[in-house]
Structures are given as C-alpha cells and as structure tokens.
C-alpha cells in the first residue's frame, strides 16, 4: 500500500490564482481530512469527509473547497489564492470511526505571493 | 469546539535526561489522546496514544499519563537521545476529529 499520496509537494501561486491539492488513499479508508499548519503552530482543520459524497467544514474552512466523489481521492481547492493561504497542507485519513490512528501524506507546501 | 493547550513551546534538555510536555483539553467528551513527533520537513508520525478508559500507558522509552478529572494529559520522554529532537504534538478526539496542541520543540543537547 502507498497509504496517503499528495500531489505536488511544493507549489508557488501567484494572488488571485486557482490550484487544486490532490489527496488520495489506497487503505479504503472511509474518513478523510484537509489539515493546514503554519510555520510554528499546530495542525488546523479545513475540512473532512466521512465517505463519498460527504463533506463537512472543519475550523478554518474559508477560501477552500473539496469534494469526495470517491473513497480514495479528496482534493482540496484553492479558487482565489491569498497570502493568507501560505502554508504546509496535509491531507489524512482514518478507516472509520472508533479507529482513530490517523495517516497522514507527506504534505504540500504551498506559497502565495 | 474542542481546545487543547500544550506546554512549554519549547524544551532543550541534555542528552540522558527527561522531556515533559504537557496538555490540557477543554471538552469532557474527549476519549481518545494522541501524541505526534514531526521533524522537520515531515509529516506527522503517531508515537504513542492514551484512550480515556486508561490512566497510562508506556511505550519503551515514551509514556502518556492522563488525568481525566482535571482534564489533562502529559507525554514523558525518558534517557533522552539526540534523535528525540523534534516537534511534538499533543491531540484530543471525542469522535473521530482531532483538535491539536500548538507544539512543543524539543531540543536534546549532546
């Protein structure tokens, strides 16, 4: 299994462009999450699905967007970058509920300037 | 929501001694505590986790103690070696979302 995969690992993006963060899994893992992490702080949620179809707004969830169409891909999209948006992004998953371990990719580290 | 506050931001101790960090939750629901190591460039590695029916649990050199009642929980690292050196985070969970500490640096000196 190659577990969470993320494309790219790094990415420059000028103001006011659009990108779109890759997330895929091959553990048939049913819940799914978009965590970003600022130089010296800790790992805030965007947003996370519980299967196909599902998805729901975590804390910091303005300025991005994603859909689950299915189990193993859940991309992040970023429509009107901002330098706000600077930052490390990982994606994560975790089988189900009750099972808590969450796998992480290796995470994208994205610039706006 | 959930809020976990961990303490110290930053901790350098020498090689051979104990590391402590500490974390405190907000949300009497929370069931399960995770600790992450990260270094640098990395993603976030689980090293040992605590579920709420459990006051401690020890993992070689690494052991959680929880205190459900004052709603906090620490992370002992004992005989400290230069390849502790990371980031460390704490995490609380009551479902299946996990709310993080800010971090804790810690740094072995040789």
């Known amino acids: 299994n190659a577990g969470v995969t993320q494309t790219p690992k790094f990415r420059i993006l000028k103001i006011g462009q659009s990108m779109t963060l890759q997330c895929t899994q091959d553990?048939?893992?049913?819940?799914m999450y978009w965590y970003r992490q600022d130089p010296g702080m800790g790992l805030k949620l965007i947003y996370y699905?519980?299967?196909?179809?599902?998805?729901d707004k975590g804390e910091v969830p303005n300025g991005y967007n994603v859909s689950r169409s299915t189990t193993e891909d859940f991309p992040l999209r970023l429509e009107l970058a901002a330098p706000s948006q600077t930052s490390v992004y990982f994606c994560?998953?975790?089988?189900?509920?009750?099972?808590?371990?969450?796998?992480f990719g290796p995470g994208t580290r994205l610039t706006v300037t | 929501g959930e809020n976990v506050e961990q303490h110290p931001s930053t901790l350098s101790v020498q090689e051979g001694d104990s590391a402590v960090i500490k974390c405190t939750y907000s949300d009497s629901a929370s069931n399960y505590f995770p600790w992450y190591k990260q270094e640098l460039g990395k993603r976030p590695q689980l090293i040992i986790d605590?579920?709420?029916?459990?006051g401690e649990k020890k993992d070689q050199r690494i052991a959680v103690t929880l205190n459900k009642t004052a709603k906090h929980f620490s992370l002992h690292i004992t005989e400290t070696q230069p390849e502790d050196s990371a980031v460390y985070f704490c995490a609380a969970s009551n479902d299946y979302k996990l709310s993080f500490g800010a971090g804790t640096t810690v740094t072995v000196r040789a």
């Open positions: 994560a998953s975790i089988l189900d509920r009750g099972l808590y371990e969450q796998y």
């Open positions: 553990m048939n893992h049913n819940y």
């Open positions: 605590i579920r709420s029916n459990v």
């Open positions: 699905s519980v299967g196909a179809g599902i998805t």
